[in-house]
Nanobody, 125 residues
Framework: QVQLVESGGGLVQAGGSLTLSCTAS????????MAWFRQAPGKEREFVAN????????HYADSVKGRFNISRDNAKNTVILQMNSLKAADTAVYYC??????????????????WGQGTQVTVSS
């Protein structure tokens, strides 16, 4: 069973940057695409970004495109979310997720069965 642990959240002013990390244990990291989701208070969990197994292709939600960058280091079993030009609307709990199928590159919550505990990101305006 994989375990995902996020870190790097915190409080930042609008326009600032944060880097989130997610480290996986349990083996097989390189065999799976990985994704980041977020959930703001009172809202549904939403897709942020994902990355294929090799790291050579990425996809972003329109709301973060051009500001966020997802990357991975398969040797360290880690996926990174670099967040720049942060806005108050980015305030949420951010979750790392692994899909049931290692090739899955969609954004449907139902297709992800491994989740981290989440890390809070708060952007002050």
């Amino acid at each position: 069973q994989v375990q995902l642990v996020e870190s790097g959240g915190g409080l930042v002013q609008a326009g600032g940057s944060l880097t989130l990390s997610c480290t996986a244990s349990g083996g097989g990291f390189a065999k799976y695409a990985m994704a980041w989701f977020r959930q703001a208070p009172g809202k549904e969990r939403e897709f942020v970004a994902n990355i294929i197994r090799s790291g050579g292709w990425t996809h972003y939600a329109d709301s973060v495109k051009g500001r966020f960058n997802i990357s991975r280091d398969n040797a360290k079993n880690t996926v990174i979310l670099q967040m720049n030009s942060l806005k108050a609307a980015d305030t949420a709990v951010y979750y790392c997720a692994r899909p049931k199928n290692g090739y899955y590159l969609g954004s449907s919550l139902d297709e992800y069965d491994s989740w981290g505990q989440g890390t809070q990101v708060t952007v002050s305006s």
